[in-house]
């Protein structure tokens, strides 16, 4: 899978170029599934009206609105109660999957529970567009920080297909969203690298290489704390 995970979606020109080179062809000849689960786990935007926009391409985070061939929506909730059959042929042939943001742990839990977390491994040409929590349940650890929802078994590991974790929604000092002294108090509760990055920022990994493609502010802490 070839991962292009953001803070804000695809929100400038040089995330959409990443986003064009994982796909291999315009965004116009892709087809799309987007993913909303992670939106009704968190109070502050679902359900309800802000799951709507997302869906609809009509939320503040571009990456349903982009110019598809074809969206459709993948909602995790409903997948035990369904065949397999009935959608896992349906991933497979998909493009690209565009995962909204929300609560992490509740996506997580809905990842597994569901069946797409086993499936990951084996879809090696589909792009993942992560926003907020979407790139972040893909770490291996995302901080108490960004816990508010826990499974009924507790458990607060995260799926760890990548090997570091992501601070999303970095903002300058004095303006709305999380700063830098804050993403730095994170980090160092994080055990291995992590990433602090704003909503001009994503972070690309393709067969195993990490970059960051970033008209923004972002920083990487090593694996010690605050480093």
Not at 24 to 36: H, N
Not at 37 to 63: D, L
Request: glycine letters at 12%.
């Amino acid at each position: 899978m070839k991962l292009l995970l953001t803070s804000g979606g695809v929100t400038n020109a040089s995330i959409r170029a990443a986003l064009v080179d994982q796909l291999g062809k315009p965004i116009a000849d892709a087809t799309a599934l987007c993913i909303p689960t992670a939106m009704y786990g968190h109070p502050g935007v679902g359900p309800g009206t802000r799951a709507w926009n997302f869906i609809s391409g009509q939320s503040e985070n571009p990456m349903v609105d982009l110019g598809w061939k074809s969206v459709g929506v993948l909602e995790l909730t409903a997948l035990p109660s369904i065949a397999e059959e009935r959608w896992v042929p349906l991933v497979r042939e998909t493009d690209v999957l565009l995962v909204a943001g929300g609560d992490v742990l509740y996506l997580c839990h809905w990842m597994r529970e569901s069946g797409l977390a086993d499936l990951i491994p084996s879809l090696t040409d589909t792009v993942w567009v992560g926003l907020s929590a979407g790139s972040m349940v893909l770490t291996p650890d995302v901080g108490e920080e960004f816990i508010q929802w826990r499974p009924p078994s507790g458990d607060d590991r995260t799926l760890g297909v990548v090997d570091f974790s992501v601070f999303p929604h970095l903002g300058p000092d004095g303006m709305p969203g999380n700063s830098m002294a804050e993403a730095e108090q994170w980090a160092g509760g994080i055990a291995g690298p992590a990433y602090a990055i704003d909503d001009q920022t994503a972070i690309t990994v393709v067969d195993g290489t990490v970059e960051v493609v970033s008209e923004g502010e972002w920083r990487l802490f090593s694996s010690q704390a605050g480093a």
